[in-house]
C-alpha cells in the first residue's frame, strides 16, 4: 500500500516551493523595470518623435483600507512616431501613464521598443532603476532565507549569517546586497537631480 507524505513533509515541500517561485517573480520584476528604465533613458530601442493626434484622460478607480474608494487620472496619447532616422514610422502608437494630456500636434522625444513607446525623462528612468535594485535586494535575502532554512533552523538571523561564513551563500548574498544598495543610492541621487 502506497505511503502519502505527511502533513509537515507538505508543508516544507509547499514553504520552499513559494520561496523559490518568489525569487523567481523578483527576477522577472527586475528584467521588466531594467529594460523599461533603459528604454526610457533613451539607450534601449529607437529613438525618435511621437507626435500627438489626440489625448484622453484615464481614470483608475481603487480601494485604500479606511479611506473607502478614491481614483486618479492619468493620459493616454495617440499619434504617429517617426525614428530620428527616419527609416521607422509608426502611425498608430499610444503612449500611456502620461501625468498631463498634450495638445494636438505636440512633438515629444520619445524612445520605441517593440510596440511599447515611451517618453525620454532621466527623473522615470532613475526611478524604475530604484525598482530594480530593491527587488534585487529582497530576492537576496528571499535566497539566504531559501538556502539556509532560516525560518525552520531555530536560529536568530545573525547565528544564521554567522553560519555562512565561507560559503558560496555568503558570497552571492552580500555581493548582490551591495550592488543593490549602490544602485539604490545612485538611482535615488539621478532621481533628485535629472529633471523629470
Keep these: 500500500m502506497p505511503q502519502f507524505p505527511s502533513t509537515s513533509t507538505i508543508k516544507r515541500a509547499w514553504g520552499r516551493f513559494l520561496h523559490l517561485g518568489a525569487m523567481i517573480m523578483l527576477l522577472a520584476l527586475s528584467v521588466i523595470f531594467a529594460w523599461l528604465g533603459l528604454a526610457q533613458a533613451g539607450v534601449m530601442g529607437t529613438q525618435g518623435t511621437f507626435t500627438v493626434g489626440e489625448c484622453h484622460p484615464v481614470q483608475h478607480h481603487h480601494t485604500s483600507g479606511k479611506r473607502g474608494t478614491g481614483s486618479t487620472t492619468d493620459y493616454t496619447c495617440t499619434g504617429e512616431f517617426r525614428s530620428d532616422d527616419g527609416k521607422a514610422v509608426a502611425e498608430n502608437s499610444r503612449i500611456s501613464g502620461l501625468q498631463t494630456g498634450y495638445p494636438k500636434a505636440a512633438a515629444l522625444s520619445s524612445q520605441r ?58 558570497a552571492i548574498v552580500a555581493g548582490v546586497s551591495a550592488v543593490a544598495l549602490v544602485g539604490i543610492a545612485a538611482g535615488t541621487v539621478c532621481a533628485v537631480a535629472l529633471p523629470g
Excluded: C, H, Q
Aim: proline fraction near 2%.
Design 113 to 170: 521598443s517593440g510596440n511599447e513607446v515611451v517618453l525620454r525623462n532621466g527623473r522615470g528612468a532613475a526611478v524604475k532603476f530604484i525598482i530594480v535594485f530593491a527587488a534585487l535586494l529582497v530576492d537576496a535575502f528571499v535566497f539566504f532565507w531559501f538556502v539556509t532554512r532560516f525560518d525552520k533552523n531555530g536560529m536568530t538571523l545573525k547565528e544564521t549569517w554567522r553560519t555562512t561564513r565561507g560559503t558560496p551563500t555568503r
